[in-house]
C-alpha cells in the first residue's frame, strides 16, 4: 500500500503548527516540537551558522534565526510563507519500498526539500545508531510481520527523548 499525496497533505497544518511553535522561543521541555536548535547553558535554544564574509562562527537565539528564515522567505514569492519556512525540515521515511515518498515530499504541492529516504535497512541504522539526524519522522511501515510495532517504539523514543515528533 503506497500513501498517497493527500495523506501527506493533511499533516500540514500540524507540521506548520509545530514549526511555528518551535521557532517561538518557548523553553518548555514537554514542547513536543523539532529540536534542531542546540542548547546552551542557559536552557536557550540556539544555532550556529558561520558567516561567508568572515569566517568566524556566530550564535543566534532561536527568535533571531526565525527572523533569518523570515527574511529569506520573504525573497522567495510563494503565496503561502508558512511552507516556504517548513520546507528545510529534515523530513526522515526509512521505509523505502519503491521510493515514491521522496517524489511526494519534494513535489510542488509539498516542496520539502531535505527529505531522507534511501534504500537502507532500517533496523540495522537503529541497531548501531547511524540513524541520520532528522526533525520529523514520517512513515508508512509495512503491515506484515511486527514493522508496525517496532516502527512505532522507534517513533515513541525518539519524541520522549529528542522531542522529534512522528507521523504514522
Known amino acids: ?12 497544518p500540524i507540521l506548520r503548527f509545530l514549526f ?13 516540537s523539532m529540536n534542531s536548535a542546540y542548547t546552551n547553558s542557559n536552557n536557550e535554544k540556539t544555532c550556529k551558522k558561520t558567516s561567508k564574509r568572515k569566517k568566524e562562527t556566530t550564535t ?5 534565526t526565525h527572523n533569518d528564515q523570515k527574511d529569506q522567505s520573504d525573497t522567495n514569492t510563494n503565496n503561502n510563507n ?3 519556512n517548513i520546507q528545510s525540515l529534515r523530513m526522515y521515511d526509512p521505509y523505502y519500498c519503491n521510493g515514491r515518498t521522496l517524489q ?4 510542488p504541492e509539498l516542496g520539502f526539500t531535505n527529505v531522507i529516504h534511501q534504500k537502507r535497512d532500517f533496523y540495522k541504522d537503529v541497531s548501531q545508531n547511524t540513524i541520520p539526524t532528522h526533525d520529523v519522522f514520517v512513515t508508512n511501515p ?6 508496525k510495532e517496532r516502527c512505532l517504539q522507534f517513533a515513541l523514543k525518539q ?3 529528542l522531542g ?3 507521523f504514522i
Open 20 to 32: 511555528e511553535r518551535n521557532s517561538s522561543n518557548t523553553n518548555d521541555p514537554t514542547d513536543y
Open 164 to 166: 522529534i515528533p512522528f
Open 60 to 64: 543566534t537565539t532561536t527568535n533571531e
Open 1 to 12: 500500500f503506497e500513501t498517497p499525496l493527500v495523506a501527506y497533505q493533511d499533516i500540514l
Open 104 to 107: 511526494l515530499l519534494q513535489s
Open 82 to 84: 508558512t511552507r516556504t
Open 159 to 161: 519524541l520522549h527523548t
Open 142 to 147: 509495512p503491515y506484515s510481520q511486527n514493522h
